[in-house]
């Protein structure tokens, strides 16, 4: 199917974007990537009136380091997927996107769209609640930033304005002893999962766990952490309490039924996989 007719604005700066963001209110959509708005647009499941496409506008597209990691809105999937520095400082956001579509949708794809599309489904929005990332955004009233634990509200829904853009989004820097760990279960490689697991531990001196977050995603409306989960962990081997952290995982979650997958299988599934990623922690080392 073709798209509903819309207008086209293809703006060269932040203030012009957001400008004609606030006339059109919500008849307007941000244009990134393009890797989930337009097949919305071709089902006719999305109508915008007018696109802004902020491809052309300087200064969103990057990654830099800062202490942690900043990635601009506009850097590609790819280009996430190749970064030393993503590898080095941010291992388990590699791992993650090796799950992301194919190579035509990384090609394309964007990290700020894929955080401001907030598909419960993704990787990316579950990476960045257990990384405890922060979220700018930019409006003709100016930037903020937002945690990612306030970001994400429901099923593609977040805590932007409809005048708002997001501009970037940071990584902490990573500590010295961390461990980390990513897994997913999905029908075919490259699908949505239908379960996700990201899981970043602090380890004290003596390898026990000091600090925990664990998000998943595919389980609810949003990623969710498994607070439970993550507070039984503390002063044990992150594999000494895999057992009884994916127990506690699956009664914390309520996960919901669909067309891929009964609430019943996506709750053992998900702690399932929070046992195998806290039990792989360890052989995977620090974040460095
Ligand atoms: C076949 C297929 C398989 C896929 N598989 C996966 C997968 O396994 N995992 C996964 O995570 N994704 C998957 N995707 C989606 C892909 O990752 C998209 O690239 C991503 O969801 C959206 O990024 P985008 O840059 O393409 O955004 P767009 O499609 O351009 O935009 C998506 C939404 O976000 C808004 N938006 C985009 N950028 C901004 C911004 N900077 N500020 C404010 N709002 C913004 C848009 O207005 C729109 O509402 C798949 C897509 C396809 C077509």
Known sequence: MKPAPFKYASPESLEEATSLLQQHG????VLAGGQSLIPLMNMRLARPGVLVDINHVAGLDGISRNGGLTIGTNTRHVTVLRSPEVRAYAPIVNEAMRHVGHVGIRTRGTFGGATAHADPAAEIPAVLLALDAQITVQGPQGTRTIAADDFFVSTFTTELEDDEIVTAVQLPHPLDHAAWSFH???????DFALVGVAAVAELDGSGNVSRARIAL?????TPVRVTQAEDSLVGRAP??????????AEQQLDPPSDFHATSTYRREVAGALVTRALQDMDTKGGSR
């Open 217 to 221: 995603s595919g389980v609810a409306d």
């Open 26 to 29: 919500d008849d307007a959509k």
């Open 184 to 190: 997913e279960v999905s029908r075919r490689h490259g």
């Open 239 to 248: 594999a000494d309490g895999a057992d009884e952290a994916g127990r506690l």
